[in-house]
């Protein structure tokens, strides 16, 4: 089978459109897997025994299950709940509890190397519990734990394109529809993995930058 | 409703499909690690670039991504697969790359005195390689490899996409014959937990076994 160069140019723009969908979810996934990831690391530093027993179940549980059942549970299973999602907030909220498990691992560490005197520092002071989180530990420990948590969000974005089979139009489920609409899959496919590794590498010496520019703080 | 033992089959069925897999992809997988993370290592250029090429270009695109491309596009090059054998491929070249950085890593985490103590025993690259920094680089990729394991066996749910009938397509297929949406799904959620927590009990016994009498040397 023979390169189509004027099949590639026709079809580009259908791929660009569903690659902005690829990079929304990520985007919205990202942000949400933070936020979920540090309430799974807080709720599994809980004092309460067993909050942080469940937490630590739930993670470990998330973390071993596959991305792709999870969608379809959220997808197909809390509708009959009475909770009715859109393909795409189905998507970002799977997507985005299945990181914050892997998220709470790096939150975990970065808090545990917090050195020991900042928590007796706060305590001296007499700072509130909030207090000591806000202003001490997590402006401390959250710089160091922007590479991990970046090289997250590229796996984050490698893993959207589980997203078509709950039928969000992003990048991958654009590229099997012009496929088999036009019955050439050669050129549809391979577009979508250049577009990903183009990224992908672009994302790398990104990272490097990052890593650079956050390990002063240690 | 009566005919829940039937399905209950279905999806042991799909469990051992997902089974499979993971285990031949894991065959797969080991042997390429071996061949890229050392490549990464070689003295000669052109070796080294392979293997990162390699590498790059697997862990810079999905699985997903690559597992279409070994189903739909490797064909029309010549090569038919069957949805296992494109499945087995593409999981175990994609979990391969990542293992492959395992390796490489394992291997130089090794002193550099290890390294010296070789040369200074005349060993030659490989010798050095197979008989001092192998065996306990080895111990180090363990647990990693027991985590990339378990990627691999989350990983293999896509396959379910090309039609291979698997854990995650039996449970579609209840699905759409029972209606029941809730059931199947979270069987095979906590099939997958029970598969993925086997794997970590097996690695760390592993673990356990390989690091024996090394309490002494090991840091």
């Known amino acids: 089978m023979e390169w189509d160069w004027a099949f590639v140019r026709e079809i580009m723009p259908t791929l660009l459109d569903g690659l902005k969908i690829t990079v929304l979810a990520t ?48 997808f197909y299973v809390l509708p009959g709940a009475g909770i009715l999602l859109s393909p795409l907030t189905a998507g970002v ?35 509130t519990a909030v207090q000591t989180w806000q202003h001490i530990i997590l402006p401390q420990a959250i710089p160091p734990m922007i590479p991990a948590l970046a090289n997250y969000f590229v796996a984050m974005f490698k893993e959207t394109p589980l997203l078509s089979a709950i039928t969000v139009v992003e990048l991958m489920s654009q590229a099997r529809s012009v496929a088999n609409f036009n019955y050439r899959y050669l050129e549809p496919m391979t577009l979508v993995g250049v577009l990903f590794l183009a990224i992908s590498l672009i994302a790398v010496p990104a990272l490097h930058l990052l890593e650079r520019r956050f390990r002063r703080y240690r | 409703m009566g005919d829940w033992s039937g399905y209950i089959g279905l999806m042991l069925d799909g469990a051992r499909v997902t089974v499979e897999l993971t285990v031949l992809g894991c065959a797969l997988a080991l042997p390429v690690a071996f061949a890229a993370g050392l490549g990464r290592l070689s ?6 670039a392979l293997a990162l090429a390699y590498i790059e270009f697997f862990r810079g695109t999905s699985i997903f991504v690559q597992l279409f491309w070994a189903y739909f596009v490797l064909p029309l090059i010549g090569f038919e697969l069957t949805p296992l054998q494109a499945g087995v491929l593409a999981l175990g070249l994609n979990v391969g790359a990542y293992g492959a950085e395992v390796v490489r890593s394992a291997v130089q985490s090794i002193g550099r005195e290890q390294h010296e103590a070789c040369v200074a025993l005349n060993l030659t690259r490989w010798q ?10 080895f111990v180090v990729m363990i647990p990693t490899f027991g985590n990339n394991a378990i990627e691999l066996l ?36 906590v099939i997958y937990f ?20 090394l309490d002494g040397i090991r840091h």
């Not at chain 1, 919205?28 to 897997?33: D, E, M, N, P, Q």
């Not at chain 1, 914050?100 to 007499?126: L, S």
């Not at chain 2, 003295?43 to 080294?48: D, E, L, P, S």
């Open chain 1, 93 to 127: 909220i799977g997507l985005g509890v299945h990181y914050a498990t892997y998220m709470a691992e790096v939150f975990r560490a970065g808090i545990d190397n917090t050195p020991r005197g900042q928590w007796e520092a706060a305590k001296a002071c007499n700072l």
């Open chain 1, 27 to 74: 985007v919205l996934g990202s942000a949400l897997a933070a936020v979920v990831g540090l309430a799974f690391a807080l709720l599994r530093r809980s004092p309460n025994r067993l909050v942080s027993r469940i937490t630590a179940f739930l993670v470990e549980f998330i973390r071993g299950t596959p991305l792709l059942v999870q969608l379809y549970f959220l």
């Open chain 2, 128 to 137: 050095g390689l197979r008989h001092v920094l192998l065996p306990q680089a």
């Open chain 2, 43 to 48: 003295r000669f250029w052109a070796v080294r």
């Open chain 2, 194 to 213: 029970a598969l993925a927590s086997a794997i970590s009990f097996g690695m760390k016994t592993l673990e356990r076994r390989m690091t024996r009498g």
């Open chain 2, 154 to 189: 989350k990983a293999t749910s896509v396959v379910s996409l090309i039609s291979l009938t698997d854990l995650t397509f039996q449970a579609q297929v209840v699905r759409s014959q029972t209606g029941s949406t809730a059931i199947p799904f979270l069987t095979v959620l």
